[in-house]
């Protein structure tokens, strides 16, 4: 199922944002080692329960958006996208 399709079931509340690391988007397949898809996946599923209610947003911010922030965020903590090569790695 493409992205954009997989979206829209969540947002008709058919299915859950992400079962696997196969559901996310292209670019975090690509760029995140399997590791850090898994910290994604998870922040990501958290956020969106978390955050269904506009108004525990911030702004006017999408519940998609929001959720994608707080799973860079998670990712964040504990990989970092290394300069030289673009890769992302494992904070030593």
Known sequence: ???KDLMRNVKRGLILPYKNELDLPASVQKNLPQHAQKIYLEAFNNAWNE???PEDRI??????ETAHK????A??????KTEK??????KT
Do not use: I, L, T
């Not at 702004?59 to 998609?64: K, N």
């Not at 707080?70 to 965020?73: L, N, T």
């Open 75 to 80: 990712v964040k903590k504990s990989y970092e």
């Open 70 to 73: 707080v799973a860079w965020s």
């Open 1 to 3: 199922m493409k992205h």
């Open 59 to 64: 702004g006017d911010a999408s519940r998609e």
């Open 51 to 53: 955050y269904k209610n």
């Open 85 to 90: 090569s673009g890769m992302w790695k494992e």
